[in-house]
């Protein structure tokens, strides 16, 4: 078999020593690692398929991965067998100015192709935190969003059309460059998302979109949570859609200002962090708009950035969030339980109580516009006992998303790690009609076997 591998994609391409094995055993989350059997690393579709073919023969796991920055295990090797390193598909294709859309090789670095589309006034918007390590590849497949989520949606939003090959080896291409395509089933939108279950991806058309003139960001601090809740509420409501509305919650606050010294009063409940896009006439309409609401909605400061340097401050505290936790305790777990918006104030209440109730730190902050959230459990692995309370926090956390009628995942998709808890947000029918789609298209299981939907 390892003969054959290394016929297919070169004896260099195909590791298997111990040391090399241990790197690609974890991934971005904790609490999860097990052993791949070896690492293959292909450099087009057609070695890609000569390898599923193989395996779906031999009956073989097969785990595609990017840059393995994901947090739902969902590059960790769980059964053994071959870790399906990507990044060798690095080319951006073409970038087609006319149709206003890129194609790219799945493991294209997000920030490559933003850097590579912006000489001609484009973006490409899904911008997770990862921005300069993620993989094209597995942002789609982990149908990633970010920051600019509220305005710009997430990853499906903007793929257009797909080459995937198959748990046969077979090779299928979904739609394309067309604007209105509504033919058959929306192949497209099934396999991104799915998390390396139903095929790997090899080649990817993305929509672009117009860079923005002018941003505008505005920092709110508030003394009470509700008043925070009400205004995020009000300012959609005022038919405005920031590109970016972020929450940080108390315990952040703290966190961060202990941190990073931004001069954020540590007794505030919460902080909004706004950023409005566009034309620039458009632009300061809007941010005259959110003032207003912030003010009506009882902010008790409000900082509007008059240059760039001030923009950058503004945001230096949401980007400290997740360093500052991170370095309190030695594990991070970074949560993406989603709720409706209008829900986000009894949700961070929600989260609050389970941290108090299990004896747990958790600091949440997140993308309060769209209702993602990202409660951020700060814990120790080794430590067993606290471990039992990290997980039973984690657990009334998710249950409670559901309960709010919110999501599991607003972005970090579902993997292992909230495996669990799939059948009660999708019920017994969503499950067996997700279950139907995996042995459709992979009868043997063995792409990413056990993820997204459980054992087949
Ligand atoms: C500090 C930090 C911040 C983050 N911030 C965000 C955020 O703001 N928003 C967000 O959405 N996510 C965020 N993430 C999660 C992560 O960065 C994203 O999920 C990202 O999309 C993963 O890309 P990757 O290349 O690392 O994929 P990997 O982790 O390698 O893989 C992700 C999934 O895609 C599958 N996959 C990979 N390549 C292919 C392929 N070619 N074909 C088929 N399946 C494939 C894998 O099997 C796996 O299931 C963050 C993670 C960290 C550590």
Redesign the pocket.
Known sequence: MLNELRRIVGTAYVLTDKEDLLCYAY??TPGFSHMPDAVVSPANTNEVSQVLALANTEKIPV??????????A??VPTKGGIVLQ?TR?DKILEIDEANLVATAE??VIVAALNKAVEQFGLIYP?????VA???L??????N????RGLKYG?SKHYVMGLE?VLADGSILQTSGKNVKDVAGYDLTKLFTG????L????KIIVKLVPAPEAKKSMMAIFSNLDNAGNSIAAIIAGKIIPATLEILDNATIRTVEDYAKVGLPTEAEAVLLIEVDGIPEVVEKEAAKVVEVLKANHADQIQVAKDAAERDKIWAARRAA?PALAKLRPTTF?E?ATVPRSKVPEMIRAVNQAAAKHKVTIGTFGHAGDGNLHPTIVCDLRDKEEMERVYKAMDEIFTTAIRLGGTLSG???I?LGKLKYMEDQFGEVGMKTMRAIKKALDPNCIL?PG?LVGEC
Not at 144 to 147: E, I, S, T, Y
Not at 194 to 197: A, I
Request: charged fraction near 15%.
């Open positions: 991934d971005a785990y595609p991965r990017g840059s393995g920055t994901n947090l739902s969902g590059t990507m598909f799945p493991g899904p911008d997770p935190g990862t390590t993620a993989t590849g597995g942002t789609v497949a982990e990633a969003g970010g920051l997430v995937v799915s998390e390396g279950t095929g790997v991806i090899t997740l970074t993406d972005e970090h998709g993997g990413n993820k």
